[in-house]
């Protein structure tokens, strides 16, 4: 049974369509990114898995349960990720781990070593005490990863986490961060507007077009050579285009 199950699932704004008759699966454990051009729903497909409001038609899966009528069961499952670390500026790196697992519902008494752990983990061992502005924008999202890795989730939603960054360093968290939800065994799921990122970092490619409606969906290979790649690419990109696609 897939993990994440979205079924015919509608969901409109007032008279605005977000999400049209989606229909897809993602398995336990896999990684997978979904890729489709600004407005075409996948933050609201996100918000979806989240719990943080009901389809308008369709059933939402999370582990066989409903995320927005079992909102509290699903507090420390699925964890997020954005675009911006969204860390309070006024507490320390080590306090905006905690924040997190307090949210969780985590006993408090594991926070200090759980959060000091995921710090190291993720190369901030001695700033731990630094606040977001004595941090780079890069070891920001590095403590926002923290935050939501220290709550032991079964699921990752990363909404744009790596868009912000450089190339460079864009690069070596993305390979962090897939080891850690392959090492973690966790189901990860990665919004991207990068086709490269697309193709490097998941198993397996949904390609949304407006309004929300699955165009495709791609198995990347674990080695493909430049012309395959290539193919990739094109499939990706004929997906995203309202006109082409593979449907
Ligand atoms: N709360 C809301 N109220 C009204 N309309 C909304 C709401 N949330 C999203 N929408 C609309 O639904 C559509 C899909 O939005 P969504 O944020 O899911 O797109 P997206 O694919 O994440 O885009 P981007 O790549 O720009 O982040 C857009 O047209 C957006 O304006
Ligand atoms: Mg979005």
């Not at 450089?166 to 973690?184: K, N």
């Not at 409606?213 to 198995?219: M, P, S, T």
């Amino acid at each position: 049974m897939p993990v994440i199950e979205f079924t015919g699932v509608e969901k409109a704004f007032v008279d605005h369509r977000a999400v049209h008759d989606l229909t897809f699966g993602i398995e336990e454990g896999e990684l997978v990114s979904v890729v489709g051009v600004t407005g075409c729903g996948k933050s609201t497909t996100f918000n979806l898995i989240l719990g943080l409001f009901p389809p308008s038609e369709g059933t939402v899966r999370v582990a066989g349960h409903d995320p927005y009528a079992e909102f509290d069961w699903f507090r420390r499952r699925v964890a997020v990720v954005f675009q911006d670390a969204r860390l309070l500026p006024w507490r320390t790196a080590l306090q905006n781990v905690c924040i997190g697992m307090r949210f969780a519902g985590i006993p408090k008494d594991q926070w200090q070593d759980r959060a000091r752990d995921w710090l190291a983990r993720l190369g901030l061992a001695g700033r731990e005490n630094a606040y977001p502005h004595q941090l780079s924008g890069g070891q920001r999202q590095r403590v926002s990863l923290a935050r939501a890795f220290s709550v032991d989730p079964e699921i990752i939603l990363c909404d744009e986490s790596f868009s912000a960054l450089d190339e460079i360093t864009a690069q070596g968290l993305r390979r962090e961060f897939v080891d850690l939800v392959r090492e973690g065994g966790k189901t990860g799921v990665v919004i991207t507007h990068s086709l490269a990122e697309a193709l490097t970092l998941g198993s397996r490619i949904l390609v949304l077009r407006p309004p929300g409606h699955l165009a495709d969906d791609i198995a990347v290979p674990s080695d493909p050579d430049p012309a395959a790649l290539e193919a990739l690419r094109a499939r990706v990109l004929a997906g995203m285009t309202p006109e082409g696609g593979a449907e």
